[in-house]
């Protein structure tokens, strides 16, 4: 009886199986993927072509404590070179990774991701950071959560999703860590970033975050879409240190390319 159970769901599981992989068949013939810049068929996976891909505004040479472009070809990893702004700075994050320039196409990918409902951009672009981020973490010690940088819940009540959160999905799924959108809350509604002059922006998140359940960890990732002064993840890294966190790195998907005053 036991051997006729275990057969019989041997079977299912192989049927089972067969469609899955019959449906991705058709899904493939019937809806290949298409560039989002181009139109072009794109990859097996993935909404982009690989001479897009290959053309995007990839970072090449910024500081590792703080994203900003740097004068000359500096390896990211070399933690000693930092940028004149962050030399001898106590930062309240370690390292800074942004994966492109916020330069056209990405740009535009991510206005029409935050504002136009285009969520498919969300995974094209978290699947390249996540290629980014699987090469830059190749030799040490990933970070055990993912935190995107929370949105206050009227604006994300308006928009429908937190475009961060949407980027960190596929990040979460390639590097196997969690993403934790519970544990860290936006407590006040704060002008957008990208409206104040720099000198107004630190003031403008100060005790924006809470933390709303206490974290089990000690090395986190914060997650935003684009980084410009850094001010949002200063603040939101004073939070989660205040909450027992030892060590945060900084995860982006592009870096303004205006150098910080
Ligand atoms: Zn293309
Ligand atoms: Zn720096």
Not at 94 to 114: E, G, M
């Amino acid at each position: 009886m036991l051997v006729y159970k275990k057969n019989s769901f041997t079977c299912f599981n192989n049927i089972a199986k067969l469609f899955v992989n019959l449906k991705f068949i058709i899904q493939k013939l019937t809806f290949p993927r298409r560039c989002v810049l181009c139109a072009a068929r794109g990859q097996d996976d993935l909404d982009i072509c690989i001479a897009c891909a290959g053309d995007l505004p990839y970072m090449k040479n910024a500081c590792p404590s703080c994203g900003a472009i740097l004068p000359n070809e500096m390896a990211v990893e070399d933690t000693t070179k930092q940028c004149g702004a962050c030399f001898g700075q106590n930062l309240p994050f370690q390292c800074v990774y942004a994966a492109f320039l916020y330069q056209n196409p990405i740009a535009q990918l991510l206005i029409d991701l935050k504002f136009n409902q285009k969520l498919l951009y969300a995974k094209v672009l978290g699947t390249l950071m996540a290629d980014y981020l699987e090469k830059c973490y190749s030799k040490k010690n990933k970070p055990q959560l993912i935190i995107p940088v929370p949105l206050h819940k009227k604006r994300l009540r308006e928009r429908g999703y937190n475009q961060a959160l949407e980027l960190a999905r596929p990040i979460e799924k390639r590097l196997q860590i969690p993403v934790d959108k519970y544990s860290c809350v936006r407590v006040k509604q704060t002008a957008a970033q990208s409206l104040l002059p720099f000198d107004e922006r630190q003031s403008n998140v100060r005790q924006a975050f809470a933390i709303r359940k206490p974290l089990a960890v000690k090395y986190v990732a914060i997650f935003d879409d684009i980084l410009t002064t850094g001010s949002t993840v200063k603040e939101l890294s004073q939070v989660l240190r205040k909450a027992g966190v030892t060590k945060i790195d900084v995860w982006c998907c592009a870096k303004t390319v205006v150098a910080d005053p």
